[in-house]
């Protein structure tokens, strides 16, 4: 219901009121003798009937502004035939309710109109009594018409300033709904924008979730990488401790050999110096032959040692290339953790490769003292068979001695360096081992970190998935603040 309805509702009601008990009063007056029949009819009708037409046209429509006239000259019409018939001076009050009845209308011109009129009606019924001769005196009169002018004016006033508290009230009241206006405009502008930003932010959560997610897979295949890594650094420290013990052997192998020219660099001097004497000692070149066959018979022996030797290096070469290719192969697949171990395994390689040229260079040379000591069998064997004929080949048999003697410090030469090379492999395997245990503990450590990472992982993922729900009550309570 509007406001004007609101107004017309509770003059009617109020006018209703006060036309059933001016008719009340008016029908009392005929017991009283003090009106007659007809006239209280009259007054009956006056009173009622604007009543009975206001509460039609409000039917038909609530706001309309008939009922405020009909309120007014309705009973500004019963007002003036009953002030004018009244035998009661005090009719006049009657005006008194109607003016506060009026003030659900809040119009100061109305009240004006309708007092102005009033006191009108007064000095008109003071003039019609005064005639009749049925005046009550100049005071009373003068109170009656001083009293209805103060009414009116009070009235007025009163209407003046509520109607304009009333505009007042009404600027703030939409000076407040605009600002009510603007604030939940700022409001909606702020939920839309929050909107936007929690479903962005929804979408990153998404992404981060997937990509803790990923992270977790990654992590879990990482631990089974790093553990299949620590055993396979584990499976090559007992290959690599193997080769060390093999190039122990081979160490050893290599001082017998050195010893074995040393002896054969002192027979070789022995014989030098027999055959320096063979010219003046001829009888005894049988027997510096047979010696010459012994010492030659060890030093095939010696050159069959040395061919074992290069088959275990051979075979140490090959595994160490073959520890070195697993080697790559696991740093490859552990990743930027294993990148030192392919350094590692690199190096390995790269001693593995220099070990088997020394050993092709070592069996070449063995093989070149080999067929030297060939020939020096031959010669022996000639020098044997030809025994008369060993003053022509005196100085072909000193020659062949200088010969092997020749032959003699190449092999000791290269038997040295065979040594050194030993030597370095044994230190490079040292280091192997050294920088293996380095690996398998860089690996445990790495597989240690890698379970912490993983455990990490699971609580971002459980806070992710706490996140994500967060963010969709956001999103709920941003849809249902636009709403």
Same mark, same amino acid.
């Given at each position: 219901m509007t406001e004007q309805g609101r107004a017309n509702k509770a003059a009617m009601i109020g006018h209703t009121i006060m036309g059933v008990?001016?008719?009340? /009063? *008016?029908?009392?007056e005929i017991f009283r003798s003090a009106r007659n029949v007809i006239l209280v009819a009259v007054l009956v009708v006056l009173a009622l009937g604007p009543v009975i037409a206001e509460w039609i046209f409000y039917k038909k429509n609530h706001d309309t502004k008939a009922i405020k006239h009909l309120v007014g000259i309705g009973f500004a019409i019963f007002y003036t035939v009953a002030l004018i018939t009244a035998s009661n001076q005090l009719t006049f009050v009657y005006v008194i309710p109607m003016f506060i009845l009026i003030s659900v209308f809040s119009d100061p011109k109305y009240a004006l109109e309708l007092g102005v009129g009033a006191v009108i009606v007064n000095i008109i019924s003071v003039v019609v009594h005064t005639m009749n001769g049925q005046g009550e005196g100049v005071t009373y009169y003068g109170t009656e018409i001083i009293m209805l002018m103060l009414t009116t004016a009070f009235s007025y006033y009163s209407f003046a300033v509520l109607q304009k508290i009333f505009r007042l009230r009404l600027e703030e009241m939409n000076q407040a709904k605009g600002q009510s206006d603007t604030m939940l405009q700022r409001i909606l502008e702020v939920s839309d924008a929050m909107t936007q930003k929690i479903n962005g932010m929804s979408e990153?959560?998404?992404?981060?979730?997937?990509?803790v997610s990923d992270t977790r897979n990654a992590m879990e295949e990482l631990t089974g990488g790093t553990t299949d890594t620590a055993e396979a650094v584990q499976n090559q420290l007992s290959q690599t401790e193997a080769i060390q013990e093999k190039v122990i052997q081979v160490t050893q192998a290599s001082d017998s050999i050195a010893e074995s020219m040393t002896v054969t660099a002192e027979a070789l001097s022995t014989g030098?110096?027999?055959?320096?004497?063979?010219?003046?000692?001829v009888s005894a070149t049988e027997q510096t032959n047979s010696q010459v066959a012994a010492e030659l018979t060890s030093l095939r022996e010696y050159m069959d040692k040395m061919y074992s030797i290069i088959e275990i290096i051979n075979n140490i070469t090959s595994e160490t290339s073959?520890?070195?290719?697993?080697?790559?192969?696991?740093?490859?697949?552990?990743?930027?953790?294993?990148?030192?171990?392919?350094?590692?395994?690199? !190096?390995?390689?790269?001693?593995?490769?220099?070990?088997q040229e020394a050993?092709?260079?070592? !069996?070449?040379?063995?093989? *070149?003292?080999? +067929?030297?000591?060939?020939?020096? /069998?031959?010669?022996?064997?000639?020098?044997?068979?030809? /025994?008369?004929?060993?003053?022509?080949?005196?100085?072909?048999?000193?020659?062949?001695?200088?010969?092997? +003697?020749? *032959?003699?410090?190449?092999?000791?030469?290269?038997?040295?360096?065979?040594s050194g090379i030993v030597k370095e492999l044994e230190s490079a395997n040292a280091g192997i081992m050294d920088s293996i245990q380095t690996i398998s503990a860089i690996s445990e450590e790495v597989a240690a970190h890698t379970n912490n990472t993983l455990t990490t992982c699971e609580k971002n993922q459980k806070s992710v998935e706490h996140l994500m729900a967060e963010t969709e009550n956001l999103i709920e309570l941003t849809h249902q603040l636009q709403l």
């Open positions: 008990l001016l008719t009340f /009063v *008016n029908i009392a990153e959560v998404d992404l981060l979730g997937g990509g030098k110096k027999n055959i320096e004497q063979l010219v003046s000692q073959l520890l070195s290719l697993n080697a790559s192969i696991e740093a490859a697949r552990a990743g930027e953790a294993g990148r030192g171990f392919a350094v590692v395994a690199s !190096e390995i390689s790269g001693l593995a490769t220099q070990t050993t092709v260079s070592i !069996e070449e040379l063995i093989r *070149n003292v080999s +067929e030297e000591l060939e020939k020096v /069998v031959t010669i022996i064997e000639s020098m044997i068979s030809q /025994v008369e004929h060993q003053n022509v080949t005196v100085n072909e048999t000193a020659d062949s001695f200088r010969t092997i +003697e020749d *032959n003699s410090g190449r092999v000791q030469r290269q038997s040295d360096a065979l």
